[in-house]
């Protein structure tokens, strides 16, 4: 399936792992091709390929805020002093997300983790809209718009990769 292995490419390219976890990378490969191919989701995107440009952006979300680590995933080890939950970091501490989820749940569905992701990442490119590309994930990364190295890395990393491979629309559609 060239889609998947293109972003389970990515994804070893930016969080390196065994050859055991091959398949769970295909795995996560899956579930953030469903989320972001989803109809009901808007990409972050326009024009062609926004929903790959979209799905490659998570997965480098994903890569920065926990390595696609299974400890990270399942909640068993959790960022910013235990208050932030699943593959993308979501920041809640005890509450919940906009969309009603607690961190258990979020790490205990990985679509679920990475639709919140993106709907985090989609509010913050609207907050951010008055700065460059890569500073749009500044909200995402510290809830202030601005300039912010860890967005640039995130956004320029996906960016970057896309614009390297080539991928289509054509060849996600054929191979979802």
Known sequence: MQSLSWLVAAMMTWAPAKETELSRYGEIANDLITVGFDENESPLFEGEGAREQTVLLLASIAAHESGFRK?????????????????????????????????????????????????????????????????????????????????REMVSRAVNYWEESGETDDDFAANP
């Open 71 to 151: 400890d990270i995933e399942k909640g068993h080890v959790r960022g910013d002093s235990g208050t932030s939950w699943c593959m993308m970091q979501i920041h809640i501490g005890r509450g919940k997300t906009a969309e009603g989820w607690s961190g258990k749940e979020l790490a205990e569905d990985r679509q679920r983790c990475f639709r919140a992701g993106l709907h985090l990442a989609r509010e913050s490119f609207r907050r951010c809209r008055a700065v460059s590309l890569p500073n749009r994930l500044s909200g995402y990364a510290s809830g202030f718009c601005g300039n912010s190295p860890v967005s």
